[in-house]
């Protein structure tokens, strides 16, 4: 099992090689959870993830035999990118396996950062057998993505800097993936500060360190697709689940739903980006999930990585515009004549309504053929905007169904 000294030594020795990321008060997240929240922002490494960390303790450790063989690793890109750049920085050739359905910029980061991908299966436990394979067939040194002890006490070292940082830390949040992540941290947490509450978040269709708590050992559950893609494995360490069970105080559970809210606002109130893994802890808290919260507890909640796809955010921002009522869909039903569409924009106008987008729709109209119906996707103050707008188009005669 990992130990505290274990994880000071990785800290030294990777020391000049990964950033120390800084661990700032968030005011907004504060007065929305009711406690003093801290943010450790990992998401500002240099490969935007905290997998830096045990991929360059693991590497600084190779034999020069097995520098010279090369390194083969499985991963959904965070552990990708991290051991693609630490081999690159050593002269190691890496090749990584990835999941078919990978985000973009993390295959794109992987290759920009030197390593070989290759694109295998639907997801990470796919990926996983593959490297394995590969490094029976070529010879190579598999990096285990979390379930390897020099791994576990690199990711480790993160932890030492928030006691640095926020010395009188009550509460530590952070995701489970494998467990490697979370359970290095509490290693050394519990070794230098036992009165921190350790919880740990995972994504709700892939509770799998619950799970190993409830079968008394590591089982694989089903896979699921879930929008904490960097989370997303079916199956927790050997040398991980020890850990947890030692030093980890409590498990949640997070939906997508509240994983893109946290997003949102992190983007919105914080100017954070954080993929759907680090958010997950910013989202139990904004869920009042994380229970016994005074307005004074120091609460660290750690942004794992944050290389999250730009079509994703589109999409998340745009579900939660829908969701605050800052954006609207308006049907109305019109007479189909020259001037009502103008007339209906310029009601949308005075009540300072934006139009987004317009669309008629005549042939899939139930109703009179001399009606048609028009759609309208407008960008507003709120629900009460929306509210007032919808009274206005009422008032001037025309049928209004909100979508």
């Given at each position: 099992m990992v130990t505290l000294q274990d994880v000071l030594a990785a800290r030294d020795r990777i020391r000049g090689n990964v950033a120390v990321t800084p661990c700032p008060l968030s005011?907004?997240?504060?007065?929305?959870c009711g406690a003093k929240v801290y943010f450790?922002?990992?998401?500002?490494?240099?490969?935007g993830s905290f997998k830096e960390r045990g991929a360059a303790n693991k590497l600084l450790l190779l034999s020069p035999e097995e520098?010279?063989?090369?390194?083969?690793?499985?991963?959904?890109?965070n552990h990708a990118q991290g051991v693609a750049y630490n081999a690159t920085r050593?002269?190691?050739?890496?090749?990584?396996?990835m999941p078919e359905f990978t985000p973009l910029v993390k295959v794109q980061a992987t290759k920009r950062f030197g390593g070989e991908v290759i694109l295998h299966g639907e997801g990470v436990d796919d990926a996983f057998v593959e490297a394995r394979r590969l490094e029976k067939e070529k010879g190579l040194v598999f990096i285990h993505a979390f379930d390897d002890d020099a791994v576990i006490a690199g990711q480790g070292t993160c932890a030492l800097e928030i006691l640095e940082q926020v010395p009188d830390v009550e509460v530590l949040i952070a995701s489970i993936g494998g467990g490697g992540w979370l359970g290095g941290m509490a290693v050394a947490i519990k070794g230098l500060k036992p009165s921190v509450r350790i919880i740990g978040v995972e994504s709700a269709v892939l509770p799998k360190m619950q799970a190993a708590y409830d079968a008394g050992g590591p089982i694989t559950i089903p896979a699921a697709i879930t929008l904490a893609d960097g989370i997303a494995v079916k199956r927790v360490g050997e040398r991980t689940l020890p850990l947890f069970r030692k030093y980890v105080d409590e498990l949640l559970a997070v939906d997508d739903e509240e994983v893109a809210n946290a997003i949102l606002l992190l983007i919105e109130r914080e100017k954070t980006v954080a993929e759907g893994a680090g958010a997950a802890p910013a989202a139990a808290l904004l869920q009042k999930k994380v229970k016994q919260l005074k307005s004074g507890t120091k609460v660290v909640c750690v942004?794992?990585?944050g290389n999250i796809d730009v079509n994703l955010i589109s999409r998340i921002i745009e579900r939660g515009l829908v969701k605050e009522g800052r954006r609207v869909m308006l049907v109305?039903?019109?007479?189909?004549?020259?001037?009502?569409?103008?007339?209906?924009?310029?009601?949308?106008?005075?009540e300072?309504?934006?139009?987004?987008?317009?669309?008629?729709n005549r042939a899939f109209m139930q109703?009179?053929?001399?009606?048609?119906?028009i759609e309208l996707t407008l960008e507003t103050k709120g629900p009460a905007h929306v509210e007032q707008l919808v009274r206005a188009l009422s008032a001037k005669g025309y049928a209004v169904v909100q979508r």
């Open positions: 005011e907004p997240f504060s007065e929305l450790k922002l990992e998401n500002l490494q240099r490969t520098r010279r063989r090369g390194v083969v690793a499985a991963s959904a890109g050593l002269g190691i050739k890496a090749t990584i396996v942004i794992s990585g109305l039903r019109v007479p189909d004549r020259p001037g009502t569409l103008a007339g209906v924009l310029n009601t949308v106008a005075a300072r309504g934006n139009v987004l987008e317009v669309h008629h109703g009179p053929i001399g009606d048609t119906e």
